[in-house]
């Protein structure tokens, strides 16, 4: 399929930074005092179910039912996850995350986004030396945050270059009523239901961390 | 997604153990039912098992009892399995207050809980009912599968 936009998250590579650095932990708040900071303890990572299979034959740990994995960065949960067993000492390269899978994480500037899909796909092999890895959202793919949403048939989460593709890319994004971009610092609140306006067929190009896109091309002149 | 794969990095690691923790429960269930169907049930027995070299313990298995019942199924109650590296430290615990092993069809399984962690307590998997195959390797966690993974929980990954 052909690849209409190739678009550079900024907002979430703080995120995927932050994700792929495993962190201490947040610093303790020592007030009035010259004490070193110490690293507070990192909440643990749970994963429900209603129910759980580990194929070992296969390799294979499958949850079924409510999935939820909740992270102190990141919340996930669908109705189906598969993940391969490694070998010992070795990584799991293959997760599936499989219907009504939603996403929801804050970036390094404590803004959230929420991914919402059929499916997830995180992939993660060396070819030649080189690693790739990957996480796809596929099934009505999209990244909804405070200033619009991101939609496509495919998104691609490129960890390795920290870059996120779009097939047949789409944005929409929120204004108040006054036409400014609605945030938290916007004087006019969003409720009655923001202005969407929709942007189709982007133009290939890079947006910045605003999610804002590149600038329209010039409009051919009229035709004598 | 990162978080989740190292959540289920250790989770799977920890699998590698359980199977050896449950192909262990099987062989020395069935000992202890050979001993229990000889003379009656046994209570509070412990059975262990020894690395190659017979000097350091791979396995320890223990319960308050078995009863040997009819169809060749032995009913252990207050299992608790401890699975040790060949150093000697502690790799992981399955503890289930009552299981059934079926010598016959190869399966373990219980209505009630079962409560699967490593040897730090970093990692645990607790869940409602569970059914062990041991011929195709396939362990079931029926309800309510809670798995929890605290920072820096690690896995001796050693064979």
């Known amino acids: ?224 | 997604m990162e978080l989740l794969h190292r959540a289920l990095r250790h989770l799977t690691t920890g699998t590698h153990r359980a199977r050896g923790w449950l192909t262990g429960l099987v062989a020395l269930a069935a000992a202890v039912g050979l001993r229990a169907q000889s003379g009656g049930h046994a209570t509070d027995f412990t059975t262990t098992e020894y690395y190659p070299d017979q000097k350091h313990v791979k396995s320890v298995l223990s319960g308050t009892e078995a009863l040997p019942e009819p169809g060749g199924r032995l009913v252990i109650k207050q299992l608790k399995l401890e699975q040790f590296d060949s150093d000697g430290k502690l790799a992981c615990v399955v503890t289930a207050p009552e299981c059934i092993y079926d010598t016959v069809a190869g399966t373990a399984n219980s209505a009630g809980p079962l409560e699967l962690r490593n040897g730090d307590g970093k990692f645990q998997v607790t869940g409602e009912g569970f059914l062990w195959r041991q011929t195709i390797q396939f362990l079931t966690i029926s309800n309510q599968v809670h798995t929890v993974i605290e920072n820096g929980a690690t896995f001796n990954t050693r064979p």
Request: with cysteine; glycine share 8%.
């Open chain 1, 1 to 224: 399929m052909k690849i209409s936009g190739l678009i550079v998250l900024v907002l979430f590579n703080g995120a995927l930074l932050r994700a792929q650095t495993n962190l201490p932990g947040e610093p303790s708040a020592a007030a009035g005092t010259n004490a070193p900071a110490l690293p507070m303890p990192r909440p643990p990572t749970k994963v429900d179910s209603d129910t759980a299979e580990f194929d070992l034959a296969r390799h294979e740990a499958i949850y079924h039912g409510h999935v939820r994995v909740d992270d102190p960065q990141m919340k996930l949960s669908c109705e189906r996850l598969v993940a391969d067993l490694p070998a010992a000492g070795g990584r799991v390269n293959h997760i599936v995350a499989d219907t009504n899978v939603v996403i929801d994480f804050e970036d390094n500037k404590g803004q959230t986004h929420h991914a919402t899909g059929d499916r997830a796909v995180y992939v993660y092999e060396v070819h030649d030396g080189a690693t790739n890895e990957t996480v796809t959202l596929t099934g009505h793919p999209q990244i909804e945050d405070a200033d619009g949403v991101q939609t496509g048939d495919l998104i691609r989460w490129d960890r390795g270059n920290d870059k996120i593709y779009f097939e047949n890319y789409n944005l929409i994004y929120r204004k108040n009523l006054n036409g400014a971009m609605a945030d938290t610092h916007s004087p006019v609140p969003i409720i009655p239901p923001p202005v969407m306006v929709k942007t189709n067929d982007f133009p290939p190009g890079t947006v910045e961390s605003t999610g804002q896109p590149a600038p329209a091309p010039t409009p051919p002149p009229p035709q004598p």
